[in-house]
């Protein structure tokens, strides 16, 4: 699979957007993988914490597609109506004892016995980097955990893990939408330490097709010109335009089969640089210095 493939996403396969059977998800799971899409983004908060047992039932129905997926789970969030939160508010916990847990759950949820990527899904200023960093490496050593990954840290947040423990990647995100990453120093701080950019809502959520919404208006005029100049749809030229940026994967929105065939085939190409800039510039609002 070549490292530019994109990655599928889950935050909407339940009740969080499509709201997708298990045999559902199992068909959209295996049209991604002939699609060429075989890694799997997953958190324990989506659904308000039930998509990952959606996923478990549909690998329970359809034997063998477990085995074919790159699997992330993302941990760390703990949202105000999450089993547990006493006071209800919304936090962050990245302390050993929750990590663990939500480990524990996402596992079993999913009903399998290890996970490819393990992430922290937001940063935690509580957080202490080395007890993450020796628990991370007791769970690589049991076979519960491959690659540690985090998601949301800016520059400073990720070289707290400088000499601890690798970074395989950094889950941002990323679209004309919302480029901050590249001007505030995320995107380099991560291809800094060899991680690879996952950049997620690729199409801001779908408001860079609305051009009714602030950005979609703004780069309206200009995308459906260049989709006509390179015989793409508006949302292919987007995520192609994410896709172009080094060293980074797209993390696929959408729970429509052939949306997601056709993000696999537009994403492996880039785009010539001075259409990148052409894109970014409308998003921006004024050529780049
Ligand atoms: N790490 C984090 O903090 C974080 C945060 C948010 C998301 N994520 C991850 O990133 C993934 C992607 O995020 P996202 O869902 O916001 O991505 P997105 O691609 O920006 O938005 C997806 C939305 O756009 C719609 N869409 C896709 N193609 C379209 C088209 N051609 N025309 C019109 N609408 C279209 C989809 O609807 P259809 O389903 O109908 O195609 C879906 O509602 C999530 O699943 C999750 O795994 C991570």
Not at 31 to 49: F, K, M, N, R, S
Not at 86 to 107: K, T, W
Not at 122 to 145: K, N
Request: proline share 6%; hydrophobic share 45%; charged share 20%.
């Amino acid at each position: 699979m070549p490292k530019s493939s994109p990655i599928l996403g889950s935050m909407r396969f339940g009740e969080w957007g499509a709201r997708l059977s298990p045999v559902a998800v199992a068909d959209l799971l295996e049209a991604a993988l002939d699609a060429g899409i075989d890694t799997l983004d997953l958190a324990d908060i989506y659904g308000g914490h039930s998509t990952n047992a959606l996923v478990g039932a549909a690998f329970a129905v359809r034997p063998g597609l477990r085995a074919r997926l790159k699997l992330i789970a993302k941990i760390g969030i703990v949202m105000a109506g999450s089993p547990g939160n006493a006071r209800g508010v919304q936090h962050y916990d990245l302390s050993v004892e929750h990590l663990r847990r939500a480990l524990d759950d996402s596992l079993s949820a999913l009903g399998v016995d290890r996970v490819d990527t393990l992430m922290l899904h937001r940063f935690d200023p509580l957080l202490r980097p080395d007890a993450i960093a020796a628990w991370i490496r007791d769970e690589q050593r049991a076979g519960r955990v491959g690659d540690f990954g985090v998601s949301n840290f800016d520059a400073h947040a990720i070289a707290l893990f400088d000499g601890r423990l690798p970074v395989s990647a950094n889950q941002i995100e990323l679209s004309l939408a919302n480029a901050g990453a590249i001007d505030d120093g995320t995107l380099n701080a991560t291809r800094a330490r060899g991680a690879e950019v996952q950049a997620w809502s690729p199409l801001g959520g779908g408001d860079l097709l609305d051009p009714h919404s602030a950005v979609g208006g703004r780069v309206h005029a200009r995308l459906q010109a260049m989709a006509g100049e390179f015989g793409l749809d508006p949302a292919s030229l987007l995520l192609r335009w994410v896709a172009s940026v080094p060293d980074t994967r797209v993390v696929l929105g959408s729970t429509k089969i052939e949306r997601l065939r056709e993000g696999a085939r537009v994403c492996a190409e880039p785009l010539p640089r001075d259409a990148w800039y052409a894109l970014w510039e409308a998003a921006r609002g004024r050529p780049v210095p």
